[in-house]
């Protein structure tokens, strides 16, 4: 029966509005993406409150539509994948403690933006920030998020070598993609050293030449690790 859904997937599809009709149900996963929704669509989703998996990628929205998201305490999975998503947009995401993972990847999160975030996410795990925004500074913020086992800011051409170092004091990590930054292989050599856990670096389009020996010593060291340049 309708009443007892727990999951609903309606990717792609032509979804405007209607949402009025999952008030209430025992939703756990939601996917919502690249569909025509609009802000005031989303005001029923503070009445999902078991909602734990919400997708909104591709979608068109603002701080008006994101606002809704804050009430969903239970949430661990956030996909806002879009290049309307901006740090006004992303404001009410520092409301879900509970999050393990968000993706962000084409959204317009600047530095500021992880600063304001940064604080309530302790407990994230997987992030995806590629919007091309960030630099060294928002970096900093990111490297705080210290149970992170997976992060990718591929394609933020800010982001440098120093701001690379920072990113030691995530002790967990298991995943990095810096592709498309200004990251070297010098610097990401250093990186790869003091995170034991690593096992999977992607540098596609940074500048590997300088310190390719380094890197090489590196991953003849450590069995496991493969690096994509």
């Known amino acids: 029966a309708i009443s007892r859904l727990e999951e609903l997937n309606v990717e ?101 933006g992880l600063a304001e975030l940064s604080p309530a996410l302790a ?31 591929g394609q933020n051409p800010r982001i440098t070598d120093e701001g690379c170092r920072g990113l030691a004091a995530l002790g967990d990590l298991e995943e990095l993609n810096v592709s498309h930054t200004r990251a070297t292989a010098a610097g990401v050599a250093g990186l790869v050293e003091a995170l034991p856990r690593l096992r999977s670096v992607a540098m596609y389009g940074c500048d590997v030449a300088g310190g390719a020996a380094a890197m090489a010593d590196h991953v003849r060291g450590r069995a496991g690790l493969v690096v994509r340049a």
């Open 12 to 112: 792609t599809t032509r979804v405007r509005g209607g949402l009025r009709a999952l008030a209430g149900l025992p939703l756990v996963s939601l996917n919502l993406g690249e569909t025509e929704l609009s802000d005031q669509a989303l005001a029923v989703l503070p009445e999902l409150t078991a909602l734990e998996r919400l997708s909104l990628f591709f979608c068109s929205l603002s701080g008006a539509g994101t606002r809704h998201l804050a009430p969903l305490r239970r949430l661990r999975e956030l996909n806002l994948d879009s290049s309307e998503v901006d740090d006004r947009a992303l404001r009410p995401v520092a409301a879900l403690t509970q999050l393990e993972r968000l993706d962000i990847f084409s959204a317009r999160v600047t530095d500021a």
């Open 123 to 153: 407990r994230l795990r997987s992030l995806d920030a590629c919007g091309g925004r960030i630099g060294d500074a928002g970096l900093a913020h990111v490297a705080r998020l210290a149970r992170l086992r997976r992060l990718n800011v």
